[in-house]
T-cell receptor, first 112, second 114 residues
Framework: DAKTTQPTSMDCAEGRAANLPCNHS???????VYWYRQIHSQGPQYIIH???NNETNEMASLIITEDRKSSTLILPHATLRDTAVYYC?????????????FGKGMKLTVNP | DTGVSQNPRHKITKRGQNVTFRCDPI?????LYWYRQTLGQGPEFLTY????????KSRLLSDRFSAERPKGSFSTLEIQRTEQGDSAMYLC????????????FGSGTRLTVV
């Protein structure tokens, strides 16, 4: 079962920052939050991940609340090519195994 | 490095036939994962390999499904006696050291069972 909930969809204007929310209220202390995106008919593309601290890379920033129950992915200057389904994911480790547990994701549409 | 490679990209098969998919991970990645994705849903975990050892199999992986990773390099996923419900995108991913640098997914194999 997915451990994250996201809005079904969101729109954003081109050039503006896109703030994508995610709730993961049942996350355990050692479980990382990952963000991926998927464009139709392609495999998911890695964006960023974090545990407790905020993270930034060339694609995005990840803001994780202090209680770790929610996070926000920030695309600082959205472009039309950022239109995709975005997945907020918890990495689960159990009994020597590990996996990413996906939810249904959120469709982001960047409008001109 | 060309990333994770999956073959074939598309497969159409008749119900009851067997199919096999191949995944070539990034060469230095010791961990390999298979996922299945149906239309409008996120990918669902199927199985996980660390080197050649299969460490977890989802309950989604019925006895008609088998996965191997001989020598800890490429992996194959075989579906026997395919059913229409097996129609989906089958995704392979690989990682190094518990995904510290992320998990890299392939473009998937789209299976259609007619």
């Amino acid at each position: 079962d997915a451990k994250t909930t996201q809005p079904t969809s969101m729109d954003c204007a081109e050039g503006r920052a896109a703030n994508l929310p995610c709730n993961h209220s049942t996350i355990s202390g050692n479980e990382y939050v990952y963000w991926y995106r998927q464009i139709h008919s392609q495999g998911p593309q890695y964006i960023i991940h974090g545990l407790k601290n905020n993270e930034t890379n060339e694609m995005a920033s990840l803001i994780i609340t202090e209680d770790r129950k929610s996070s926000t992915l920030i695309l600082p200057h959205a472009t039309l090519r950022d239109t995709a389904v975005y997945y907020c994911i918890v990495r689960v480790e159990q009994g020597g195994s590990e996996k990413l547990v996906f939810g249904k994701g959120m469709k982001l549409t960047v409008n001109p | 490095d060309t990333g994770v490679s999956q073959n074939p990209r598309h497969k159409i098969t008749k119900r009851g036939q067997n199919v096999t998919f191949r995944c070539d991970p990034i060469s230095e990645h010791n961990r390999l994962y298979w996922y299945r994705q149906t239309l409008g849903q996120g990918p669902e975990f199927l199985t996980y390999f660390q080197n050649e050892a299969q460490l977890e199999k989802s309950r989604l992986l019925s006895d008609r499904f088998s996965a191997e990773r001989p020598k800890g390099s490429f992996s194959t996923l075989e579906i026997q006696r395919t059913e229409q419900g097996d129609s989906a995108m089958y995704l392979c991913a690989s990682s190094l050291n518990r995904g510290s640098y992320g998990y890299t997914f392939g473009s998937g194999t789209r299976l259609t069972v007619v």
